[in-house]
């Protein structure tokens, strides 16, 4: 094999002609720049060598936007907000022991409806010594004004000791800020009575399944109903402290305490029969719903 030749910096490569002439530079006129390409015009294209793509550019209107939604029929979306729903909770169903008997307690509300109207029943009551005491029922209509409050018109009968009474009954239920659960109603009765209840609870959590509820309930009457041991003003308030076990978030038992006292002429009507103005009890029970 021959040696390959060797090569300094002035041996010429062969094919090149480093002697050629340079073809001479066209000047641009006075005051312009020299174009770096010849110009070309808007609508014809540049030689371009080997059938290469160029970019043409061409003086048209631009294509109107079409509606890809026009002359499709859009028929209306079914929301999840206008379907029905219901519950039914127990939320105090309870053995209770007082002073000198036994007997059990339940307070029960349902609902059905969709979010801004729905139909609310409600009972409440104590069943002790064998007798049915401060026993209520309620239906009401229900319609969101605000979130998570609700005006309720309706209803209510009371039952258990001494002669039924119905009355109209017009309130508010809802979540108060730092998540207090209220129930304020006013009721309107027969003979020019009216009464007032107000209720209050509270949720404390330490974990997520162990909860402590106090609970505030008083009640008011503008007049005395002595048949039903009743008197006018303030009758009488609860407080309760129950403390639960979410099993489930569906079934929880708790226990807990209550104590109630009876004020004004209605703990002179307990006096007179008997009856204990100062309540105290010890409740177990369960919380449900469905």
């Known amino acids: 094999m021959a040696p390959m030749p060797s090569m300094t910096h002035d041996t010429p490569m062969p094919g090149m002609a480093h002697d050629a002439p340079m073809p001479p530079k066209t000047a641009a006129p006075a005051g312009k720049p020299a174009p770096s390409h010849p110009a070309v015009s808007p609508t014809e294209s540049a030689s371009v060598p080997g059938g290469a793509n160029a970019i043409i550019q061409v003086n048209e209107a631009p294509v109107p936007m079409a509606d890809p939604n026009r002359g499709i029929p859009m028929p209306g979306d079914t929301m999840a907000d206008n379907d029905i729903y219901y519950q039914v909770l127990f939320d105090r169903l309870e053995y209770v022991k007082a002073p000198g008997g036994s007997g059990l307690a339940w307070d029960m509300l349902a609902w059905v409806g969709r979010d801004l109207n729905r139909l609310w029943v409600k009972s409440e009551g104590t069943r002790l010594y064998g007798n049915t005491e401060d026993a209520r029922a309620e239906a009401l209509w229900g319609h969101a004004f605000a979130p998570f409050w609700d005006w309720q018109l309706g209803v209510r009968q009371d039952f258990g000791n001494g002669p039924p009474r119905t009355w109209g009954a017009f309130g508010v239920q809802g979540l108060a800020p730092y998540w207090f ?32 509820t106090p609970e505030f309930e008083a009640n008011a009457y503008s007049k005395a109903d002595e048949a039903r041991g009743i008197g006018s003003g303030v009758s009488e308030f609860k407080l309760g402290l129950r403390l639960r076990y979410e ?44």
């Open 247 to 290: 099993i489930r978030r569906q079934f929880a038992p708790y226990l807990g305490v209550v104590w109630g006292k009876k004020l004004g002429n209605t703990a002179d009507f307990a006096r007179a029969a008997g009856e204990r103005t100062t309540d105290k009890q010890i409740v177990a029970g369960v919380r449900i719903w469905f």
């Open 181 to 212: 659960d209220i129930e304020a109603t006013a009721y309107l009765g027969s003979s020019g009575r009216a009464a007032a209840r107000v209720r209050a609870t509270y949720d404390i959590r330490f974990t997520q399944r162990l909860l402590l």
